[in-house]
């Protein structure tokens, strides 16, 4: 019986999860009141509470690798990412009481619609194609790690599951939802999500908190690991050190919060302004709380083992610690239901995902923010969730964070975009053309920052990267070039 425990508590809870959110939204055969029209899957028509928008902005950003990254990057390093949720924190800030506004007064449908509005059409096609493209690589990335853990319990428990099946599962199951019950149905089941993962994340930081001795302790509090920075890294190379973590952390929020359709289009779900600008800020203080509940994981599972050496023995990557307490571990039940957390981690992010993308493609690339039918919506949805799982077959395991590699793929591009908005926002004369230029001529320089500079062999840490885009783009488009209007 307990070899069945875990998959029966996964399956039970998917059922639950897709039949939850399903009635939440009102797109389940038995609810009364069902989506009207094709607008209704992609619009919630600014009908929900700031509570659940919140828990969605903090469900589609931490994803599984969330979940398994940060107990293993704490492992080594200590309560770091709270540094960097303090520096989210100014930046939701600046979203709230800057972006926010602008969006709901102009009764947007997208992130983009500024932009097109601002400069123009082009300009509004080339940040949204950048955004597809760039989001398209992300969740690819949270789509293969989320494999690792899965495979993991179920090879553990006998039942050996092709990646390919996991990915094919996952992803499915998630179009099928995102589809049918539209944005709704997406902000519901994030909220679900995001509260299961947590509350598992709590079992286990008491689990093991219960393991430790009053000398474990007392190492723990002189050990300095729970300094929310580190004070001796490198600004330039670090995320973790005060500088980088505030500031580049700040403006690496602002952009990501701010500019990227998969938040902005929560945010505008909002009743109201207030609601909306409460769940940004909100955000940050539940993902704040969040990292410390997974960094104290990590330390936990550091002092359990007796040392950084011991705890790592025998892993390949800090991603797989995590995962591995999970598996042999924890009993039976318990396991299954913290891997349906990790299972949950990903679908969150990955509904959000295609849902925005599928909600830009008609927004902004097509022209239409009002679709034909719902069937179409289906398709389309179908075609990212298929693009998806093609580029997550095609990426390869490294033995670097897929928490980082993933912030290098989005800081290719999310530096441009909130130079953009700037440029909007600060110089009424910059041109469509100028525009252009200067988002274009960042993305290729931030390519070659992402992939060639290195500082003494590191590259540069990633919470710069948003930051030095925004000021390749105001360089560029700020000052005209001979007679440029």
């Not at 995590?322 to 396991?335: E, K």
């Not at 800081?411 to 525009?435: C, M």
Request: hydrophobic share 55%.
């Amino acid at each position: 019986m307990t070899v069945w425990l875990d998959p029966l508590v996964i399956v039970l809870w998917l059922i639950a999860l897709v039949a939850g959110s399903l009635h939440l939204s009102g797109a389940a055969p038995w609810s009364r009141t069902r989506p009207r029209s094709a607008e209704d899957v992609l619009d919630a028509h600014k009908s929900l509470p700031a509570w659940a928008i919140c828990l969605s902005i903090v469900a589609t950003e931490t994803s599984t690798l969330t979940v398994i990254s940060v107990p293993g990057i704490a492992c080594a390093r200590g309560m770091v990412f709270v540094g960097l949720g303090a520096g989210y924190f100014l930046g939701r800030l600046m979203v709230a009481r800057v972006l926010l506004p602008l969006y709901m007064r102009g009764d947007l449908d997208s992130a983009y619609q500024y932009l097109g509005t601002r400069f123009g059409r082009r300009m509004q096609r080339l940040a949204a194609l950048t955004f597809l493209l760039t989001r398209l690589l992300a969740e690819a990335v949270r789509l293969f790690a989320a494999t690792l853990p899965i495979c993991a319990l179920l090879a553990a428990r006998g039942m050996g599951v092709p990646p390919l099946a996991v990915l094919l599962g996952m992803t499915g199951l998630t179009a099928l939802y995102t589809a049918i019950g539209g944005l709704r149905a997406v902000v519901w089941s994030d909220a679900a999500q995001f509260l299961l993962y947590t509350m598992g994340a709590a079992v286990c930081c008491g689990i093991l908190a219960h393991e430790l001795t009053a000398v474990d302790l007392a190492a723990l509090l002189s050990s300095g690991m729970l300094s929310p920075f580190d004070w001796h890294a490198s600004a330039l190379t670090s995320p973790y050190a005060p500088l980088t973590a505030l500031i580049g952390g700040a403006i690496l929020s602002m952009a990501s919060h701010g500019t990227d359709q998969l938040m902005v289009q929560r945010a505008l779900a909002a009743r109201s302004l207030r609601d909306a600008q409460r769940a940004m800020v909100g955000s940050a203080v539940v993902v704040t709380g969040l990292f410390a509940l997974l960094s104290l994981v990590g330390i936990f599972l550091r002092l359990r083992a007796g040392g950084l050496t011991q705890a790592m023995n025998g892993l390949k990557s800090p991603d797989e610690l995590f995962p591995q307490f999970i598996v042999h571990d924890l009993p039976p039940g318990l396991s299954g239901l913290l891997v349906a957390g990790i299972i949950s981690a990903t679908m969150g992010s990955l509904a959000s995902a295609l849902n925005a993308m599928t909600a830009s493609t008609f927004t902004d690339i097509v022209g239409q923010p009002r679709p034909a039918s719902r069937s179409l919506v289906g398709a389309v949805t179908a075609l990212w969730a298929l693009a998806l799982i093609a580029v997550a077959c095609a990426f390869s395991a490294s033995s670097t964070s897929v928490l980082v590699f993933g912030f290098q793929v989005a800081g290719y591009s999310w530096g441009a975009l909130l130079g953009a908005f700037l440029l909007g926002l600060l110089r009424p004369r910059v041109t469509e053309i100028r525009a252009m230029v200067a988002f274009l001529v960042t993305l290729a320089v931030m390519s070659w920052v992402v992939l060639g500079v290195r500082i003494d062999g590191a590259p540069l840490a990633f919470p710069w990267f948003v930051p030095l885009g925004v000021a390749i783009t105001l360089a560029v488009g700020w000052f005209p070039v001979g007679r440029t209007r």
